[in-house]
């Protein structure tokens, strides 16, 4: 039997043909549920490499699996590749220049997720082939994490009831296993209707659905003063309902993003902003209809996976950055502010060294307060599966998130260096959990101590279908 040292050997010889595919995802830049470049060069992949391909994946066209081995236990390895709108950007330029203007980019890292998640779970693949283990591995290719919530969705349709544990990582600016905090979230649409009038003649007629929008968001804004200190609501208006002053609007519409600690504080909120837009409906004489998009359940840690993948974290050790690398990233530094680079430190309960330009130090588990966070749909699939996720080196420390920076810096050396140190931890744990089946016992021990007495609610009614749109041929 081989070592679990052997399977960072494999990701190291697949590493080049993974840092292509992520550059060719960087390079089809697509959002929510438009991925089908990305997603059918991530099925090719899987087909290339042996695995079985499931296309279409809980009903989604954009989402597909790759599974590979027979019996045993199942692991899990998810990956993203969908891009943010607005941050088109020249890669490798520390200026912005966008490729296309108003187009759109990774300012994310998801290109390098996928791919790094793809190639972890091949190298698992070849591991288990070579060593005649019994035990699977899947590649989940999710789409739409940035508001689409695929993998809630995933959840709902069931994909993951038999999977044994979950395991995924993110870019960042260091590396170590991710504090599992984040913050449950619903994304809904707000449409208010009137009646149009002539604003000078007929005023009095007229019931604005613009007024109603805008008492709704006054009323948001009183309410944030009676919330939990860690909840955070956005909003954006979709529609005012035209562009004429002398016409009431008779339309108006808002989508609001409301986000709280956990799924209950959650389902509070989004009761409470509803009330003041029934409340903003009922002064203006309009009516109000509302619509959840998506939703995100907030992340379940799990002890014993963090201590094992941080274990493994210590015995990879760091990614091999080089002089070049670093000296790439300073350039790019030279863009940022002094907050953004403290605030990358302090996320990671670091303190601030001047002069340090790429990761070099491995950050100890629940490193952080929790306070500077947002939300994944990693976090729902934590609430049926026990679930890991680590934080990869691929950018330089103080890289805004969704930054056109972020973008550049997507095909650079030390991005395609992190991707494979993430994959030969992800591997690695994988292959540790598959030897060693008392360590999914003590996960799933864990998984069950920590959700006694608190069902699971999806955030994303059983009646909300994924917003996809109609496909265009490209």
């Not at 990614?319 to 670093?326: C, L, Q, R, V």
Request: hydrophobic share 40%.
């Amino acid at each position: 039997m081989k070592n679990s040292d052997d399977i960072s050997d494999l990701v190291d010889d697949k590493a080049p043909r993974f840092a292509e595919l992520s550059d060719y995802v960087w390079d089809v830049p697509e959002t929510n549920y438009e991925e089908y470049r990305s997603s059918a060069a991530h099925a090719e992949l899987l087909e290339a490499e042996g695995f079985r391909v499931t296309r279409n994946v809980a009903n989604i066209p954009t989402a597909v699996m790759g599974e590979a081995g027979e019996g045993g236990p199942v692991i899990a390895i998810l990956g993203e590749y969908d891009a943010l709108p607005g941050l088109s950007q020249v890669a490798g330029l520390a200026e912005q220049k966008p490729v296309t203007e108003g187009g759109s980019g990774h300012g994310c890292g998801h290109n390098l997720l996928g791919s790094g998640s793809l190639l972890a779970a091949a190298a698992v693949k070849d591991y288990l082939k070579a060593n005649n283990l019994q035990g699977r591995v899947r590649y989940y290719g999710c789409p739409a994490e940035e508001g689409g919530s695929s993998k809630g969705f995933m959840v709902r349709a069931g994909v993951f009831d038999d999977v044994d544990i979950a395991i995924s990582w993110h870019p960042a600016a260091f590396v170590g296993v991710n504090n599992p905090i984040s913050l449950a979230c619903n994304e809904l649409n707000f449409h208010f209707t009137g009646r149009a009038s002539h604003a000078a003649a007929s005023p009095h007629l007229g019931r604005s659905a613009l007024d109603a929008v805008e008492l709704l968001n006054v009323g948001v804004n009183y309410l944030r003063e009676h919330m939990p200190s860690t909840a955070r609501i956005h909003y954006a208006i979709t529609d005012t309902g035209g562009h004429a002053p002398n016409v009431v609007q008779a339309k108006a519409s808002v989508r609001y993003l409301i986000r709280s600690r956990t799924l209950p504080e959650l389902l509070e909120l989004v009761a409470r902003v509803k009330d003041v837009a029934a409340g903003a409906a009922l002064m203006t004489g309009t009516s109000v209809r509302s619509r959840i998009v998506s939703g995100d359940a907030n992340l379940v840690g799990n002890t014993p996976l963090e201590t094992l993948m941080h274990s493994h974290i210590e015995r990879v050790g760091l990614p091999a950055f080089d002089e070049a690398d670093k000296a790439t990233a300073a350039k790019f530094q030279e863009t940022f502010s002094q907050a953004d680079i403290a605030t990358s430190f302090g996320r990671f309960g670091l303190k601030v060294r001047k002069g340090v330009s790429l990761c070099d130090v491995i950050f100890p588990p629940d490193s952080g307060d929790g306070t500077l966070v947002g939300s994944t749909d990693v976090g729902t699939v934590s609430w049926v599966v026990p679930t890991v996720q680590m934080r990869g080196a691929t950018y330089a420390i103080g890289t805004p998130g969704h930054s056109w920076q972020l973008v550049a810096q997507g095909k650079l050396p030390a991005a395609h260096k992190g991707m494979t140190h993430a994959a030969k931890v992800m591997a690695s744990t994988a292959v540790d959990l598959i030897l060693k089946p008392e360590l999914i016992a003590e996960a799933k021990a864990d998984f069950a101590a920590r959700l006694e007495g608190t069902p699971f609610i999806n955030p994303i009614p059983d009646d909300v279908q994924p917003d996809i749109p109609e496909k265009v041929d490209v």
